[in-house]
């Protein structure tokens, strides 16, 4: 034998569940409606986001072409042309080439390498944003090759 319960709703339960489905489906045209507009207002803002992020994206473009512009003083030539001759100093000092010749080839050469790096033709050209490259490049210079042709030839 079979003990199977079978739930016996209560009528006025089951008209309580019958009505909040009814307000249900009554409210879902207005949830939709209000679900579509919320979704074409996030729409809109993420298009004025995108022009905003444009816009300064675009702002930001000219100000490191203006940088890229600007170039260093009188005063930091003057400083890089020291930098330039107590490196070549220092090579000089470092393979033991006195001669005044020695110094004038290194210094050229390094002057060369930095003037080639930033594809500029005179010292004042260089840009203001590149000046700490140009020292490590000059601190780090060593053309062994040439350093071994100045040693032959001395």
């Known amino acids: 034998m079979s003990t199977e319960t079978i739930a016996i709703k ?13 307000r249900a489906l009554a409210l879902l045209p207005d949830t ?4 579509h507009q919320d979704v074409e ?11 905003i992020i ?4 675009r702002r930001l473009d000219e100000l490191e072409e203006r940088q890229a512009k600007i170039t ?3 005063g930091e030539v003057k400083r890089i042309q020291g930098l330039i001759r107590c490196r070549a100093d220092e090579i000089c000092r470092k393979y033991n080439l006195q001669d005044k010749d020695s ?7 390094i002057k060369k390498d930095v003037l080639r790096r930033w594809q500029v ?24 090759r040439m350093v071994m042709e100045r040693r032959v030839s001395t």
């Open 72 to 74: 260093i003083s009188h």
């Open 41 to 51: 207002q996030m729409g809109a803002l993420m298009m004025r986001m995108g022009q």
């Open 103 to 109: 110094q004038k080839i290194f210094r050229a050469a």
């Open 54 to 57: 444009s816009t300064m994206q």
């Open 121 to 144: 033709k005179d010292l004042h050209d260089i840009p203001e944003a590149a000046i700490s490259a140009v020292d490590n490049l000059i601190s780090g210079w060593t053309n062994i």
């Open 32 to 35: 939709a409606v209000q679900l």
């Open 10 to 22: 209560d009528p006025m339960e089951e008209a309580r569940e019958q009505m909040e489905r009814q």
